[in-house]
């Protein structure tokens, strides 16, 4: 073990050096003329002032957070077993976190223009831009990743569990330590996510009603004070959102999965830590994987289609995983493992790796039938726009609905055949084979925000036609890689909370959760409620910073004169401003809920009813995050179907006629669904889970009783006692 972990370090400076690389080589690519350079200046101005202004709100949150947890640490009693370290470990995860982020933003504020000025030459020159800044984040991302828990465990092991047993109470402390830093990730995650979801709906929602309904520009025009604004929203929400969501999801999945391997009891070749070792390894492998895959994504010419090049990379790099995987577990864990009196072989954990290998696969596939042009779903939002905005709100919401029952019964029956073949690790190291191709799957998802921005680009510059229909082919192929990005992140989120609520339970000593007994069936109602509050105030938030960009865009038509002439410049700066301060104001009290209602449940109620609130969040925030999400997805393209012409009982309509803006109408619904509330439900329920891991030792159950925090403050002294 002393030799072979340190490897996994060793995986992630890999991708971080393939990181450099290809941030150089996009970096140097031809950014067009002054035009277009000062219109991305603009972007990547607004886009680091926003990150600057949530940086700084978000320190005021992490600085106390990592006081009380160093308290927390210090705390002796039966089953605690922590350190003041965890503190540390925190806030590395925050900064990382938010690391992952910036790098994507910043690629991708690069990319777009250089993409926009490849328009010019082909659509194979702009795919190769474009994904290329996406692989920068999905490379930095798994590589950050990657290194910040190889590194952590390494030291961790070295200061408490040095020459002790995988079972020993030092061995837990150094994983309980570990935990920090997915909770510093997640927490970063969630307020990046939420924050950056909000800002970029409010720009998006403004710039839609007052420039394409009311003044009937096009989408993207110079003239519409929003658009910078909508175009800084593509890079925080869908891109440094979108980073810090994975980067959470793919450290959470991980620990998960070596905390349930610490409580395995082995005999192999590594001092009995193969069950720990092997999700970072497959990580490491699934970076390697998806790394060889950026190359095979490429186009030959105008008629090529972009979205068999992607599926290519995201499909080979699965199958290298698939191979790789089945020599790690072979090479690695001893034939026979037992968890928590469940038997199982080594070749019983590959089967589940191929399980939660195929349950990716098929979300991704199942999702993008639901949200791409020219399928049943989509289509049958165009018609129904034929007949006015209402029946378009009807027909999202329905096609919205129905999206949540295959994945559903995907998850389903990976989660019995994932435990059929290795118990509850073999559900969690599902998990971790879904996530090994992470840095692929950002690829694929930043490549979609990078398009729709060199397509802004193109048309504030007014750029040739042409390059706004290679710009529009990437785009429309974007908006389905990003909601099959945001199916999968569901679907592993979905894998990684059963995993997480499996440690909780065992650390918090509970065996059983009894939804016979009335507070534990109270606390799965009260979880399966927090999904609706949380979108509700998502989604309320979108709507008030849109009415302040409405007003504000309103205001700049009538009283600069000279703006739909071309002769005065829209003050774009205000509009930016606008987003900025209502997405960092209004982020606020949907994180709250998220981190607080665990760790107030769990002190006043105890374990199993905390037991059962997380059960009641996790189905309902499945459903929730799918519905939202492909209903967004699906109006989206329904919307986007009208620029090529749509035929409507026997009739063509395109941009500018009624059915359009019946399409528009469902649209600006779907921009929150889809960008904000939606993608915001893994997080949530990965979130609430890590929560309750950490404070589980302070509320486990010992003899019967509920243990508490000795010297604790009075309100927790009270409510942590029956």
Same mark, same amino acid.
């Given at each position: 073990?002393?030799?072979?972990?340190?490897?996994?370090?060793?995986?992630?400076?890999?991708?971080?050096?393939?990181?450099?690389?290809?941030?150089?080589?996009?970096?140097?690519?031809?950014?067009?003329?002054?035009?277009?350079?000062?219109?991305?200046?603009?972007?990547?101005? @607004?886009?680091?002032?926003?990150?600057?202004?949530?940086?700084?709100? *978000?320190?005021?949150?992490?600085?106390?957070?990592?006081?009380? %947890?160093?308290? %927390?640490?210090?705390?002796?009693?039966?089953?605690?077993?922590?350190?003041? *370290?965890?503190?540390?470990?925190?806030?590395? #995860?925050?900064?990382?976190?938010?690391?992952?982020?910036?790098?994507?933003?910043?690629?991708?504020?690069?990319?777009?223009?250089?993409?926009?000025?490849?328009?010019?030459?082909?659509?194979?020159?702009?795919?190769?831009?474009?994904?290329?800044?996406?692989?920068?984040?999905?490379?930095?991302?798994?590589?950050?990743?990657?290194?910040?828990?190889?590194?952590?465990?390494?030291?961790? /092991?070295?200061?408490?569990?040095?020459?002790?047993?995988?079972?020993?109470?030092?061995?837990?402390?150094?994983?309980?330590?570990?935990?920090?830093?997915?909770?510093?990730?997640?927490?970063?995650?969630?307020?990046?996510?939420?924050?950056? #979801?909000?800002?970029?709906?409010?720009?998006?929602?403004?710039?839609?009603?007052?420039?394409?309904?009311?003044?009937?520009?096009?989408?993207?025009?110079?003239?519409?004070?929003?658009?910078?604004?909508?175009?800084?929203?593509?890079?925080?929400?869908?891109?440094?959102?979108?980073?810090?969501?994975?980067?959470?999801?793919?450290?959470?999945?991980?620990?998960?999965?070596?905390?349930?391997?610490?409580? =395995?009891?082995?005999?192999?070749?590594? @001092?009995?830590?193969?069950?720990?070792? %092997?999700?970072? %390894?497959?990580?490491?492998?699934?970076?390697?994987?998806?790394?060889?895959?950026?190359?095979?994504?490429?186009?030959?010419?105008?008629?090529?289609?972009?979205?068999?090049?992607?599926?290519?990379?995201?499909?080979?790099?699965?199958?290298?995983?698939?191979?790789?995987?089945?020599?790690?577990?072979?090479? =690695?864990?001893?034939?026979?493992?037992?968890?928590?009196?469940?038997?199982?072989?080594?070749?019983?954990?590959?089967?589940?790796?191929?399980?939660?290998?195929?349950?990716?696969?098929?979300?991704?596939?199942?999702?993008?039938?639901?949200?791409?042009?020219?399928?049943?779903?989509?289509?049958?939002?165009?018609?129904?726009?034929?007949?006015?905005?209402?029946?378009?709100?009807?027909?999202?919401?329905?096609?919205?609905?129905?999206?949540?029952?295959?994945?559903?019964?995907?998850?389903?029956?990976?989660?019995?055949?994932? /435990?059929?073949?290795?118990?509850?690790?073999?559900?969690? =190291?599902?998990?971790?084979?879904?996530?090994?191709?992470?840095?692929?799957?950002?690829?694929?998802?930043?490549?979609?925000?990078?398009?729709?921005?060199?397509?802004?680009?193109?048309?504030?510059?007014?750029?040739?036609?042409?390059?706004?229909?290679?710009?529009?082919?990437?785009?429309?192929?974007?908006?389905?890689?990003?909601?099959?990005?945001?199916?999968?992140?569901?679907?592993?989120?979905?894998?990684?909370?059963?995993?997480?609520?499996?440690?909780?339970?065992?650390?918090?000593?509970?065996?059983?959760?009894?939804?016979?007994?009335?507070?534990?069936?109270?606390?799965?109602?009260?979880?399966?409620?927090?999904?609706?509050?949380?979108?509700?105030?998502?989604?309320?938030?979108?709507?008030?910073?849109?009415?302040?960009?409405?007003?504000?865009?309103?205001?700049?038509?009538?009283?600069?004169?000279?703006?739909?002439?071309?002769?005065?410049?829209?003050?774009?700066?205000?509009?930016?401003?606008?987003?900025?301060?209502?997405?960092?104001?209004?982020?606020?009290?949907?994180?709250?809920?998220?981190?607080?209602?665990?760790? =107030?449940?769990?002190?006043?109620?105890?374990?199993?009813?905390?037991?059962?609130?997380?059960?009641?969040?996790?189905?309902?925030?499945?459903?929730?995050?799918?519905?939202?999400?492909?209903?967004?997805?699906?109006?989206?393209?329904?919307?986007?179907?009208?620029?090529?012409?749509?035929?409507?009982?026997?009739?063509?309509?395109?941009?500018?006629?009624?059915?359009?803006?019946?399409?528009?109408?469902?649209?600006?619904?779907?921009?929150?669904?889809?960008?904000?509330?939606?993608?915001?439900?893994?997080?949530?329920?990965?979130?609430?889970?890590?929560?309750?891991?950490?404070?589980?030792?302070?509320?486990?159950?010992?003899?019967?009783?509920?243990?508490?925090?000795?010297?604790?403050?009075?309100?927790?002294?009270?409510?942590?006692?029956?």
């Amino acid at each position: 073990m002393d030799s072979i972990v340190y490897l996994v370090p060793a995986f992630g400076i890999v991708g971080l050096l393939y990181t450099a690389w290809k941030f150089s080589w996009v970096s140097k690519q031809d950014a067009g003329n002054d035009t277009m350079k000062e219109l991305s200046g603009y972007i990547a101005d @607004g886009a680091i002032a926003f990150l600057k202004a949530e940086w700084k709100i *978000l320190a005021y949150f992490a600085i106390p957070t990592a006081i009380l %947890l160093a308290w %927390l640490g210090n705390q002796e009693g039966p089953g605690f077993h922590s350190s003041p *370290l965890i503190a540390v470990a925190f806030l590395i #995860g925050a900064i990382f976190s938010a690391t992952a982020g910036y790098i994507g933003m910043i690629v991708a504020t690069k990319a777009n223009v250089r993409t926009a000025e490849a328009a010019r030459t082909s659509l194979a020159k702009a795919l190769s831009v474009s994904f290329t800044g996406g692989s920068v984040m999905g490379m930095g991302v798994a590589g950050l990743a990657i290194l910040g828990l190889g590194g952590l465990f390494i030291t961790f /092991y070295q200061i408490f569990a040095q020459g002790h047993a995988l079972t020993s109470n030092e061995m837990k402390t150094a994983i309980e330590v570990l935990a920090g830093f997915s909770l510093g990730a997640e927490s970063i995650a969630l307020f990046a996510r939420v924050g950056g #979801g909000i800002y970029t709906k409010a720009a998006d929602v403004g710039a839609d009603l007052v420039g394409k309904v009311e003044a009937g520009i096009p989408e993207d025009d110079v003239r519409n004070p929003a658009t910078i604004a909508d175009n800084v929203g593509d890079n925080v929400g869908d891109v440094a959102g979108m980073g810090a969501d994975l980067f959470g999801s793919y450290v959470a999945t991980i620990l998960a999965t070596m905390v349930l391997g610490q409580e =395995i009891e082995v005999s192999d070749n590594y @001092g009995g830590f193969s069950p720990v070792l %092997l999700p970072m %390894l497959i990580a490491g492998v699934g970076l390697l994987a998806s790394l060889v895959s950026t190359f095979f994504v490429r186009i030959k010419d105008e008629t090529s289609s972009v979205q068999n090049a992607l599926n290519t990379g995201n499909y080979l790099s699965i199958a290298i995983t698939f191979v790789t995987s089945y020599f790690l577990v072979k090479n =690695i864990l001893p034939e026979t493992l037992v968890l928590r009196g469940f038997s199982f072989t080594a070749m019983d954990v590959f089967y589940s790796i191929i399980v939660g290998l195929v349950v990716g696969t098929l979300m991704s596939i199942i999702t993008e039938y639901y949200t791409a042009m020219g399928k049943r779903p989509v289509d049958s939002i165009v018609q129904k726009s034929g007949t006015g905005h209402a029946t378009n709100i009807i027909g999202g919401l329905a096609v919205g609905m129905e999206s949540t029952v295959l994945p559903i019964l995907v998850l389903a029956a990976g989660i019995y055949f994932s /435990y059929f073949f290795a118990g509850i690790y073999g559900v969690s =190291i599902a998990a971790a084979g879904m996530m090994a191709t992470t840095a692929m799957q950002l690829a694929i998802d930043a490549f979609g925000p990078i398009a729709d921005n060199a397509g802004g680009i193109a048309e504030m510059s007014q750029l040739p036609a042409e390059v706004r229909e290679r710009t529009d082919n990437l785009d429309a192929v974007g908006n389905t890689t990003a909601a099959t990005g945001k199916g999968f992140a569901i679907a592993s989120a979905a894998l990684t909370s059963l995993a997480l609520f499996a440690a909780f339970v065992g650390i918090s000593g509970i065996t059983q959760i009894d939804i016979y007994k009335a507070d534990v069936l109270a606390g799965l109602f009260v979880g399966g409620m927090i999904p609706f509050i949380f979108s509700a105030l998502c989604i309320s938030a979108v709507g008030k910073a849109a009415m302040e960009m409405v007003n504000e865009v309103r205001r700049q038509f009538r009283e600069i004169p000279g703006i739909m002439e071309y002769k005065a410049k829209p003050e774009y700066e205000k509009c930016v401003a606008i987003s900025t301060e209502a997405s960092i104001r209004q982020m606020m009290l949907p994180g709250a809920i998220a981190l607080s209602v665990p760790v =107030i449940v769990g002190f006043i109620m105890g374990p199993e009813v905390l037991g059962g609130l997380l059960a009641g969040v996790t189905v309902s925030g499945v459903l929730m995050g799918i519905f939202q999400s492909n209903a967004g997805g699906a109006w989206d393209n329904a919307k986007k179907s009208f620029e090529k012409g749509v035929l409507i009982d026997g009739v063509t309509y395109k941009k500018g006629s009624e059915p359009h803006k019946a399409a528009v109408t469902g649209d600006t619904v779907g921009d929150p669904f889809k960008d904000t509330s939606g993608p915001s439900m893994n997080i949530l329920i990965k979130l609430m889970s890590i929560v309750s891991l950490v404070i589980a030792p302070y509320i486990a159950k010992t003899d019967g009783k509920v243990s508490h925090v000795e010297k604790a403050p009075i309100v927790m002294k009270v409510v942590a006692k029956k």
